[in-house]
T-cell receptor, first 109, second 117 residues
Framework: DAKTTQPPSMDCAEGRAANLPCNHSTISGNEYVYWYRQIHSQGPQYIIH???NNETNEMASLIITEDRKSSTLILPHATLRDTAVYYC??????????FGAGTILRVKS | GAVVSQHPSWVICKSGTSVKIECRSL??????MFWYRQFPKQSLMLMATSNEGSKATYEQGVEKDKFLINHASLTLSTLTVTSAHPEDSSFYIC?????????????FGPGTRLTVL
């Protein structure tokens, strides 16, 4: 599976949009982009995933560039409860999820 | 939504004893389950993958005789840490994947905090 690069940490003001970038320049055609988050001392929580097209659900939006080499997770109105480690993972559908270091998002009031 | 539970949520044991952790998929059948370990301030590390009714596949560096995995049913997998030592103290997290119709989905349990004295 392709490797991903994320900034180690980011801050966001409460109520503002949080935009978390992820680089995956070696992604293959059959690999999906997944986002999970882990709130302190809990198991990871699925957020969203996509292949080519942009995706949106009740939690977030996923914007994938046309060349698929990078993506951005958008939390439209961040709250304090969104403070967590966010993991961007690239994998083929049947492969296992391998976690990198992730981005620590701190939402501040 | 799909729920995965773990039991116990935390356990303290003496060095040399064995500890069993259960992972259950509550509202779906999980053909594949995964076990992860997470040390403080580190990311999750995949330990093994288990498919119902077959032997688990362990990641490189994970001792299969020390971390016994049983996936006897489509809703239950267990991880037994045998002869636990203080260095085995960690946060153990399981994950379950629904049947092949939804291969993109993988749901995680809340984790089990193991402390070995």
């Amino acid at each position: 599976d392709a490797k991903t690069t994320q900034p180690p940490s980011m801050d966001c003001a409460e109520g503002r949009a949080a935009n978390l970038p992820c680089n995956h320049s070696t992604i293959s055609g059959n690999e999906y982009v997944y986002w999970y988050r882990q709130i302190h001392s809990q198991g990871p929580q699925y957020i969203i995933h996509g292949l080519k097209n942009n995706e949106t659900n009740e939690m977030a939006s996923l914007i994938i560039t046309e060349d698929r080499k990078s993506s951005t997770l958008i939390l439209p109105h961040a709250t304090l409860r969104d403070t967590a480690v966010y993991y961007c993972i690239v994998r083929a559908a049947i492969n296992k999820l391998v976690f990198g270091a992730g981005t620590i998002l701190r939402v501040k009031s | 939504g799909a729920v995965v539970s773990q039991h116990p949520s935390w356990v303290i044991c003496k060095s040399g004893t064995s500890v069993k952790i259960e992972c259950r998929s509550l509202d779906f059948q999980a053909t594949t389950m995964f076990w992860y370990r997470q040390f403080p301030k580190q990311s999750l590390m995949l330990m093994a993958t288990s498919n119902e009714g077959s032997k688990a596949t362990y990641e490189q560096g994970v001792e299969k005789d020390k971390f016994l995995i049983n996936h006897a049913s489509l809703t239950l997998s267990t991880l037994t840490v045998t002869s636990a030592h203080p260095e085995d103290s960690s946060f153990y997290i399981c994950s379950a994947r629904p049947p092949s119709g939804k291969v993109n989905e993988q749901f995680f349990g809340p984790g089990t905090r193991l402390t070995v004295l």
